[in-house]
T-cell receptor, first 114, second 113 residues
Framework: NAGVTQTPKFRVLKTGQSMTLLCAQD?????MYWYRQDPGMGLRLIHY???????AKGEVPDGYNVSRLKKQNFLLGLESAAPSQTSVYFC?????????????FGDGTRLSIL | GNSVTQMEGPVTLSEEAFLTINCTYT??????LFWYVQYPGEGLQLLLK?????DKGSNKGFEATYRKETTSFHLEKGSVQVSDSAVYFC????????????FGGGTRVLVKP
């Protein structure tokens, strides 16, 4: 079982460059999420999707865009990378609506912006 | 808004010691509560959960009880192992907030042989 797969695992960018992080899940989950993890701050929600073709803003959406063209994929884009976006990014997915449904996480993408 | 507060680490223990990680929350609705664990270099994994007051979640020797009166969900393990070294996150999911997870800041636990 692959679960939630994130690519790439590591990336170094220069300020102003753009890139896309890919998340793929094979559990037929409706909901997908992008988080960033910074020291001492836990995980903060960037954007999320409640189904194919839908996206919504989370807690810290500025500087990021997302797309969910296929149910199994959720893409996170940085149009013009900034050093403040240096972080570890996690994708997660879950079944929808119920509060007791856990999220399944990928292994993360470590992104450094120079 | 919703928030989760957990004790700061790192927590350093010897093998077979008792572990407690405190977690308290504020929520606008009636949340479900979770503990996630993150081992080095990996993503988060669900450790245990509780969905209503007085429920006790348990897994791998860890336990936590949903205490509505004290808005707490403290994590405990009676005898830790070196393999329990990880970062532990308390989290809540609230239907009033669209079922999105709100995380605490994480507590790093280091178990020494």
């Amino acid at each position: 079982n692959a679960g939630v797969t994130q690519t790439p695992k590591f990336r170094v960018l220069k300020t102003g460059q753009s890139m896309t992080l890919l998340c793929a899940q094979d559990m037929n989950h409706e909901y997908m999420y992008w988080y960033r993890q910074d020291p001492g701050m836990g995980l903060r929600l960037i954007h999320y999707s409640v189904g194919e073709g839908t996206t919504a803003k989370g807690e810290v959406p500025d500087g990021y865009n997302v797309s969910r063209l296929k149910k199994q994929n959720f893409l996170l884009g940085l149009e013009s990378a900034a050093p403040s976006q240096t972080s570890v990014y996690f994708c997660a997915s879950s079944y929808y609506t119920e509060t007791n449904q856990p999220q399944h996480f990928g292994d993360g993408t470590r992104l450094s912006i120079l | 808004g919703n928030s989760v507060t957990q004790m700061e680490g790192p927590v350093t223990l010897s093998e077979e010691a008792f572990l407690t990680i405190n977690c308290t929350y504020t929520a606008t609705g009636y949340p479900s509560l979770f503990w996630y664990v993150q081992y080095p270099g990996e993503g988060l994994q669900l450790l245990l959960k509780a969905t209503k007051a007085d429920d006790k979640g348990s897994n791998k020797g860890f336990e936590a009880t949903y205490r509505k009166e004290t808005t707490s969900f403290h994590l405990e393990k009676g005898s830790v192992q070196v393999s329990d070294s990880a970062v532990y996150f308390c989290a809540l999911s609230d239907r009033a907030a669209g079922n999105k997870l709100t995380f605490g800041g994480g507590t790093r636990v280091l178990v020494k042989p």
